[in-house]
């Protein structure tokens, strides 16, 4: 099993910057990716972003369209963390943002392939 917490979220500008991160801890070695999703108020949950966990991957990333040149997914498998960097956030970026990992390949924008899901942060983007 594998245990994943978030932080980082709150209240932000528009066109300001947050920084997420997600603690893993457990069989952090049995993974293969981390991604972030986000799930606004009577939407579906969204793919926002993934990246290779183990060091041997190399840091490989994959954004969704809406997120790419804003957002930048990274990893520090020392102190087994992920983290999600935001900048010139908007409105429509307001959602809760959740961190998720899976040990299997697949479709990395399907929430399905994951099997570990963290408790979620907010994140509002307000004037």
């Known amino acids: 099993q594998v245990q994943l917490v978030e932080s980082g979220g709150g209240l932000v500008q528009p066109g300001g910057s947050l920084n997420l991160s997600c603690a893993a801890s457990?069989?952090?070695?049995?993974?293969?990716?981390m991604a972030w999703f986000r799930q606004a108020p009577g939407q579906e949950r969204e793919f926002v972003g993934r990246?290779?966990?183990?060091?041997?991957?190399?840091?490989?990333?994959f954004y969704a369209d809406s997120v790419k040149g804003r957002f930048t997914v990274s990893r520090d498998n020392a102190k087994n963390t992920g983290y999600l960097q935001m900048n010139a956030l908007k409105p429509e970026d307001t959602a809760i943002y959740y961190c998720a990992g899976t040990p299997r390949t697949g479709n990395y924008m399907y929430t399905e392939l994951y099997n570990y899901w963290g408790q979620g942060t907010q994140v509002t983007v307000s004037s």
């Open positions: 457990g069989r952090t070695f049995s993974l293969l990716s």
């Open positions: 990246i290779a966990w183990p060091t041997w991957n190399g840091d490989r990333t």
